[in-house]
């Protein structure tokens, strides 16, 4: 109440809005920032995931096959001959 007072007896100026470019550029580099914040969360769980599951031994290739042959949904081909 007491802003919009001050504001009504002009007692306060206008704010800074930054040029087009500028906002731009500061939109991208905090979408940047989220995309690596959101990259690092999902490294995190995939780490504590893979302790979790015991198996530490893997590393590189041996572990990505081990996830898309694991996590990845069999087709529906490949499950009915497992039936």
Do not use: Y
Not at 36 to 47: H, L, Q
Request: aromatic share 4%.
């Amino acid at each position: 109440m007491w802003i919009q007072k001050l504001h009504t007896l002009g007692l306060l100026r206008g704010s800074f809005l930054h040029d087009l470019q500028t906002e731009h550029l500061r939109t991208l580099v905090r979408h940047r920032g989220n995309l690596i914040d959101t990259t690092s969360k999902a490294s995190k769980r995939r780490a504590q995931n893979i302790r979790l599951m015991n198996i530490n031994e893997l590393n590189g290739i041996a572990l990505v096959a081990f996830i898309k042959n694991t996590l990845v949904p069999l087709p529906v081909k490949q499950c009915q001959r497992l039936m």
